[in-house]
């Protein structure tokens, strides 16, 4: 399992902006449950989120002083960004998104548009649950309310279909490549079948 960090809210730094429901809606069920279910990816050099900004925003704006973060070498080349989840397994034409971009921004304050970037990590984020009383308490951070961008509900739903389209291309494409995985798997088996029937 990736292990967990626990580490002051004010040194990470956000990357994106969020949007002002889907927030909400995470914040209600976290306080809800009463645990963070999953730590935040952040690029362990400048402390920059890559993957769990709404999460991050939950805990700066309700007072909490740390947060759980799983760390990432940026500069692992198993770890990419993209800006299409597609991406994740092959790409075709020019990304307009780059490391050095993203490390800029998260530097500088001046945060991407939500859900701008898709990053592919090299291991699946475990489920973890991790009480909030544990995560200790301060004042909260009222300037990162500004991360949150002013957009009407229905371009927000909107968004939301957009991304669900992108997810079912991805899943069709994975599925492609299990399906010719099993093809080329039972091939294989029967290479061996026909191997085994040859006399020596």
């Known amino acids: ?7 002051l809210i ?16 995470l914040k209600e069920m976290i306080e ?9 990816v952040v690029e362990k050099e400048h402390n920059i989120v890559l ?8 805990l700066a704006l309700n007072g909490y002083k740390y947060a759980p973060v799983h760390y990432v070498d940026y500069d692992n080349p198993h770890l990419r960004v993209g800006t ?6 092959f790409v075709d034409g020019k990304i307009d998104i780059t490391k050095e971009e993203v490390i800029a921004r998260g530097l500088s304050g ?3 548009p939500p859900r701008t970037t898709r990053h592919f990590i090299p291991f699946l984020r475990p489920e973890l649950c991790i009480p909030l009383k544990r995560l200790g308490k301060r004042k909260p951070l009222h300037k990162l309310a500004d991360n949150i961008i002013k957009i009407e509900i229905k371009s927000e739903i909107e968004h939301n279909i957009n ?7 991805e899943v069709e494409e994975m599925i492609h ?24």
Not at 51 to 58: A, P, Q, Y
Not at 163 to 169: K, P, S, T, V
């Open 84 to 89: 299409n989840r597609i991406h994740r397994m």
């Open 177 to 200: 490549y299990l399906e010719e995985s099993v093809r080329t798997k039972k091939y294989l088996e029967k290479q061996i079948e026909e191997m085994k029937k040859c006399k020596r």
């Open 51 to 58: 993957d769990g900004s709404n999460r991050h925003l939950f």
């Open 110 to 112: 001046d945060l991407f």
């Open 163 to 169: 991304y669900i389209e992108e997810i079912e291309i």
């Open 1 to 7: 399992m990736k292990e967990v960090d626990y580490v």
């Open 10 to 25: 004010e040194k990470i730094r956000p990357l994106e902006q969020v949007f002002p429901h889907h927030y909400l809606n």
């Open 32 to 40: 809800k449950d009463g645990y963070m279910k999953y730590a935040l």
